[in-house]
């Protein structure tokens, strides 16, 4: 992972060859082209594997023969397995991958993989039991996504019925496509099996029989387990035969809101839950008036039910949504009279406050945003609450007072959001801390796992690498020793397991505790790539951190309901742009955004053409604008930008963001950015 992460990680990183950077980042382009070559092992094994993605088996295979660690040894036989199936050489491949061993998702993969091989061998037996096996676990379950670079269960199942066919077993093999496209639905396995069903001259999916109906409504309940409420409300339609209670939720999740109208208004005797959804489909399409009442009729419905209360606030929100302030205020009075207790009174009575800064009743506006604080001091809202009303001490003509407010927000709440915007109109600056002298590796930690582990996570094979330190123990570690792991794990893109590590060195961002510690507890993935793009883009650097926090919560593994993929969480449509942009002529593969250095060299080229979109905003900072673009989208932002009539100063942009999502994310984001320059400070 980061180049420049820690100093400690590898004093020689600095001056690593091409290839290794570019290794890291996956551009196996430039790695591929660096005349001076790999000279060690976990290289050699990197750049086969580039050379596996762009289909040339025979030149990986040739590298691979250069591959001569022995603790790398097994890494080496797993791709040579995989580049000598695709050289056609199944009956090799089996061989060679019955001899690997290793742990996690890789050794998986090598399972499947000599199942592949037996299949194409002429051994559709003996492949069946080691791929079913492989079924059992994770993988397995509807719904599951590969892990990358291990065993994914649509690819399993494939070759499940690529050997029932070898073994003249069509109708199993029928029932393993079947399978693939009611359970593996986001694969591309599970359009290449529906193309195979239809080629025998059959429907597929037949809604009209009962084995098809069943095989709809498995793929129905994967797509819902998945939250892909559009594709599976498309299959509830081809069955025709849902409730309108099941189809109104159905139309609400997949936001198809006038869709949804129809379908609430015939269900005889809705739940609270049925109801409240139904006002807010109403305000969602448009029409403020009949949600209104509707919010009406969830009150009168059963007054105290906690969605009562909720439907009483929106009555106020909804106000507020169209910008009828006056009308809010009251709406909003009103709504704290008839549940003095509720569980919104803090949102509640922060509209009020901000209302009244809006219309500029600063009087009023103080005394309200005073009731904030003093009725939630613990309420996230009263940080803002604070930091407004520095803001109209301001602009009421009390300049010492604002500074006062505002630095008093920094001191309490120094990783909030309003702490970032106290030091951005104070024009204050985080000096950085010097890096921390590397420390030497413990010979407590000079086992196999660890050294190949740390080798994979220097080239960029970090899936590979977490399940080498996945074997290194954890519990019970001195602090040299966590001083030492942890920056491999960092480097491996296990950034929680790091911080899991050195939690208890860390104290609070820039302030107790130890330096090198928070560099694991707060660490800034591929560091040298991002930082200095970043800055080299006039864009702040600690941003995507920030966005990788908000995102993934450090995770490069995950996925999102929506198909979204690593650190920071980009989609395939929109990565395979920015792919072209950074990687040209090199193939694009969505699997490949769970590495973390790719991820984040995507990612940051995303948030630096945002930058380039809005830096002619006018706004003082168009940061809280591209924040704002990333969840949004930067047609929203454009539109509310539009509605000024002067650029707007950033903290009421922030504060005007009509979507309530995306008006928390650029909290958070801001937040958490605050919390990196805290520890890394605003200049390197």
């Known amino acids: 992972m980061g180049l420049g992460l820690f100093a400690f990680v590898s004093a020689a990183l600095a001056l690593a060859p091409a290839s290794l950077r570019a290794l890291q980042v996956g551009d196996c382009s430039t790695a591929l082209a660096d005349p001076a070559g790999a000279t060690q092992d976990a290289e050699r094994l990197a750049l086969a594997r580039c050379e596996l993605r762009r289909g040339a088996a025979p030149a990986a295979l040739k590298r691979l023969d250069t591959v001569n660690d022995p603790g790398l040894r097994a890494y080496a036989q797993l791709l040579r397995g995989e580049a000598q199936l695709e050289a056609g050489q199944a009956a090799a491949a089996g061989l060679t991958l019955q001899a690997v061993t290793l742990p996690g998702g890789p050794g998986e993969r090598a399972r499947m993989l000599r199942g592949r091989a037996l299949v194409e061998a002429g051994q559709p037996e003996a492949a069946r039991e080691l791929l079913s096996g492989l079924l059992n676990g994770r993988i397995g379950q509807a719904g599951a996504i590969a892990d990358p670079w291990g065993a994914d269960g649509a690819e399993v199942r494939w070759w499940l019925a690529e050997g029932a066919l070898r073994r003249g077993e069509r109708a199993k093999a029928e029932m393993v496509w079947s399978t693939i496209w009611a359970r593996n639905p986001t694969s591309p396995r599970a359009a290449e099996a529906a193309t195979r069903l239809q080629q025998g001259g059959q429907t597929f999916p037949d809604p009209k029989s009962e084995t098809g109906r069943a095989l709809i409504k498995e793929r129905i309940e994967t797509l819902d387990k998945l939250r892909l409420s ?170 010492a007072g604002e500074r006062a407010a505002l630095q008093s927000v920094m001191d309490r709440s120094p990783t909030s959001s309003y702490a970032w915007f106290a030091a951005h109109r104070l024009g204050r600056k985080v000096s950085g801390q010097p890096l921390p002298e590397p420390p030497p590796t413990p010979v407590s930690l000079s086992t196999p796992a660890f050294t190949r ?68 507890c707060w660490p800034r993935p591929v560091s040298g790539l991002v930082v200095g793009r970043a800055r080299a883009a006039g864009l702040n650097p600690n941003l ?93 932002v454009e539109r509310w930008l539009a509605g000024y009539p002067t650029p707007p100063e950033p903290d009421r942009f922030a504060e005007d963001i009509s979507f309530t999502e995306t008006r928390q994310y650029v909290r958070n984001v801001l937040g958490y950015l605050q919390t990196w320059r805290l520890v890394y400070g605003d200049e390197d």
């Open 230 to 399: 559009v594709e599976a409300l498309a299959l509830r339609d081809l069955l025709g035969t849902a409730t309108p209670g099941v189809m109104a939720r159905a139309t609400f999740s997949a936001k198809a809101y006038p869709r949804s109208l129809g379908y609430f208004a015939q269900i005889q005797s809705p739940t609270m839950q049925q109801r409240f959804d139904y006002a807010l489909a109403t305000s969602r399409a448009g029409d403020y008036a009949a949600a209104a009442q509707r919010y009406e009729a969830v009150i009168a419905a059963e007054p105290g039910h906690k969605l009562a209360d909720f439907a009483s606030f929106k009555l106020g929100y909804l106000a507020y949504d169209k910008a009828e302030l006056d009308r809010a205020i009251g709406l909003f009075r009103d709504h704290l009279g008839r549940y003095p207790n509720s569980e919104h009174a803090d949102e509640a009575r922060w509209f009020i406050a901000w209302s009244l800064v809006r219309l500029e009743r600063w009087p009023e506006a103080l005394s309200a945003l005073a009731e904030v604080t003093a009725r939630h001091p613990q309420s996230g809202l009263a940080v803002g609450a604070r930091y407004w009303r520095g803001r109209v001490l301001g602009r009421t003509g009390d300049a």
């Open 544 to 636: 995507p951190f920030g966005i990788m926090m908000a995102e993934s919560a450090l995770k490069p593994w995950v996925s999102s309901i929506v198909g979204a993929r690593g650190l920071m969480q980009l989609m395939p449509e929109v990565a395979r742009p920015l792919h072209t942009q950074l990687y040209p002529g090199e193939p694009f593969s969505p699997d490949a955004m769970f590495q973390p250095g790719y991820n984040a060299a995507l990612g940051t080229a995303e948030l630096i053409r945002l930058s380039q979109r809005f830096s002619k905003t006018g706004m003082s900072t168009p940061l809280p604008a591209i924040i704002a673009a990333y969840n949004g989208g930067p047609e929203a």
């Open 453 to 520: 582990g740390a080798a994979l996570a220097r080239v960029g094979l970090d899936a590979w690498a977490r399940a080498e330190l996945d074997e290194v123990g954890r519990s019970g570690r001195s602090k040299a020793e966590i001083l030492a792991l942890g920056p491999v794990l960092v480097e491996a893109g296990d950034f929680i397991g790091a911080r899991n590590l050195a939690n208890s060195l860390c104290g609070s961002p820039g302030g107790s505790g130890d330096r090198a510690a928070q560099m694991l």
